[in-house]
Structures are given as C-alpha cells and as structure tokens.
C-alpha cells in the first residue's frame, strides 16, 4: 500500500520540479533570492569578524585596567620585601553575570611569583590581549610591565591577567546578532520587493498571452507592440509578422479552393449538358457526337482532379518525408515510354539523351511526378512535326534534367508566373488546367533543387531542373 502511495507523490514532485524549472518567475525569483543569500552570508561571515574583534577590544580593555589596579597596589617595603594586596575592585571589574574566572600572576623582574598563579603564562607581547589556554579552558590574557619604586633590577614587576571567554563571547553574540537581525530584516524586503517587481514585470506578458488565448480564430490583426516592455517588442513583431504570414496563407488557400472550384464546375456544366443533349438526341451521329464531347469533358475533368491530387500530395508537410534513391534517368525512360504512344500520335520526335545512371535522393512517385508534367507540357504545346528531347546527366555536385521542346516557348514575361497555381498564359489552346508546373516548383523545392525556363537557340522552350546528387548505391 505504501509503495503504491509512494510513486504517484514521487511523480507529482517531479513534476513540480520541472514546473518550477521551466517557469520564468520562479528561475527570476531563484537568482535574485540565491545573489541575496550569497551576498549575505558574506556580510555575516564579515560582521562576526568584526563582532569578535569588538568584544575582544572590550574584554582587553578591562583587562588592561584590572593589570593596572593591581600594578599600582605593589609596594616595597622598608626591608626590601615586595608585596600587594590585591584590591578587590581589580577583579570585581568582571563579574559581567557570565560566571566568568579571573587569574592573574605578578612576578619580579626576576622572574619570583610575587602573587597569583605561577602557572599562568603571559602573552608573548606586553600590553596585546592573546587567547591561551589555561588549565584546559580558553581564557583571554593580558600582561603589563610595571615599574615599582625601590625595586632593584629594571625596577618593573610584570602583571598577567586572563579572564575565562563568557563575557567576551556574550558581546560577540550580541553585536552579531543584531547585524543578523538586521540582514534578515533586508531579505525579506528584497525579497518582496522582487516578487512585487517580478509580478508588475511579468503582468504585460501575461496579457498579451490572454489577449492571444481570447483571440477567435479569424482575427489575425497586429496586436500593438507598445503593450509589452521595449525588450518583449521584438516577441510582439515576430507574433505579428507570423500572424500575417498565417493571413497570406489563408488567403492563398481560400483563393485555391475558390479556383479549383470553378475549375472543376465549367467541366461539370458541361458534362450535364451534355448528358441531357446526348439522352435528348435521336439522331445516332449526332448522339455519338454529344458522347464524343462528353468523354472528352470527363477526361478534363479527371486530369484536373489528379492534378490537384498530385498537387496536394507535393506540397511540404502532406506526406512523409522520403529519402529514396532514385536514378532520375531509369525515372525518365519509363516516363518517355509511357507518352510514346501519344508523340507518335501527334508526330513528334521524342527522344532522350543519357549514358550512365543518375541518383538523386527523394521521393521517387514525386520525382515522376515532376518528369510526367514536363514532358507532357513539351508534347502538349509543341506543334505536330517537332521535336522533344530529355538529357539527363551529372555534374560534379548535381544532377540535372533538361527538357526542351521545339513549341512556341514561354514568353519571358510569363516565366515568373506559370509556375504560379491554375496560371495559363493567354491565348493557349491546349487543354490544361495550369498546376503542372505548379507542381513541378513543390516537387523540385522539395528535393532541394532548382527549376529554370529559357529559350532554346533554335526556338522552343528548354527546362532545366537541378537536384543534388544522391548516393551512389
Ligand atoms: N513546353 C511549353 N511550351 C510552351 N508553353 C508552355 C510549356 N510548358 C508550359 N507552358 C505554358 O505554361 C502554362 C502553365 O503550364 P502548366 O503545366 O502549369 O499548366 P497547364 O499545362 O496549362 O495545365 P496542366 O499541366 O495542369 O494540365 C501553360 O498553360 C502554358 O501556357
Ligand atoms: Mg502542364
């Protein structure tokens, strides 16, 4: 039961973990709280320093005037003999109510215990308060050089006082204490004052993610860059340039829906009539003739919804993304083969020129796909009598496949736009619904290459695509 109990709550602390890791308040808050935390362990590490050099300022000071009182009460008598009488106000000067013990030694130039304990060592520089340690407890110590009058030697006894660290700690703790008061006090207030400023900082972000999330689907408007910080405006244009990037390409597919409506009603009228004419007719040849028509309309119709098909399956995102290795030239021979028939049909000298095999990577139905439509463009617009001619070779980097024809060509200032969707250049004949090269731009984009239209020298047009080349498998 308790295992069981356990995970859920494992899981659910992981994943405040990674909240709090992602979230932008909780990462500001953290830097700031963990500057602060630093910055004032420091400073508490610094003002104990100075606390403890203070009490021990202090407990030097007493010290020294307890050596003093006790210096002043030594006297030598008529007969030579040194003695003192302690004065008790030399060591009631430390009875702070920390229980501390007093010692003190006074000795002769000589170095003959005049008083105190003989075992109380002195510090090693006279008038300088020293730590020592004095039958196994910690005491803080002072020695004064005193001279006495009638002495013999140098004429100055030595006086050591040292006093056990009760008061002196108390003062240290005190003064430290206070500073600690004082930084926690600091803390807390940088500590609001932070997450009020986080707060009021983060609060135009979190309307403009409102104001996204309350945005309906069609209002693509701009929302105004001043509702943010100058550092978030860059954030606001790039939503916005997205948004009108979104626009444009609603735009784009409401107009291809539109066209390839009425692409497909024209045919579809059509066929009715000509349904109704051919079931009115009673005349045999004349039937056959509306009947004609009609399979010529469904074959346009047809090609059309294929062509969109194609078109929809080239675009990026529609299929999963291959990686094939496909020889472009085995690609255009089968494609070649296939429209034999119809180049015989219309006398046209279809050929294809290559020697070796061609890899290229990428989606082998979309690569011909790209070949079907140029080829069949080259058939379609060039008159009967001509020729087309597929050269498929390889460059040190690329592959490239060119289709030239001996038509009409495609007048310079039409080539930008029939690779555009349902563009036909004005005046044509021929049937098409103009998304084969629309078609041919999303395949070649797709595969990494380039598509170039130019004049053939001898008339004509000339296609070039350019690939990168593929493995050599
Ligand atoms: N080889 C060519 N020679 C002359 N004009 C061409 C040739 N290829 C294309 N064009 C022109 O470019 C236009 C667009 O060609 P595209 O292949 O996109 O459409 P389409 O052939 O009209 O229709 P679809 O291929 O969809 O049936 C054509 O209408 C035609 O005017
Ligand atoms: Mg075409």
Redesign the pocket.
Known sequence: MFEIGKKPLAGRLLGSIRRIRHSLRAQLVASVVLTLAVAICVNLYLSFRSATAAAQLVSDHTLLASARVIAEAVRVDESGTVEVDIPPAALEMFDTGFGDEVFYRVITPWGNLISGYADLSSPRVPLKGEDLTFRDQGVRAIALEHPVVGLGGDGTISVTVAVTHGSQYAIRRQLWLSDFNKQLVLLLLAGVVTIVGLQRGLSPVLRLRDAVRQRSRDRLDPFPPAMVQTELQPLVHALNDHMVRVQNQMAAQRRFVANAAHQLRTPLTLISTQAAVAAREADSLRRDEALQALQKSTRQVT?LAG?LLTLSRAEPGSRRPRADTVDLAAVARSVLENAAEEALRRNIDLGLDNDDPVRVTGDATMLGEMVV?LV???L???PPGGSVTVTVRSSRKTAVLIVE?T????PEAERKH?FERF???MG?QAE???????IVREVVDGAGGSVELSDRPDGG?L?AVTLPLGGTA
């Open positions: 090609r062509q439509n069949d463009n080259a379609r617009y060039t024809d038509g009409p060509g495609i029939v563009y036909r250049v044509i098409g619904s103009g998304l084969g090269l629309a047009l296609v």
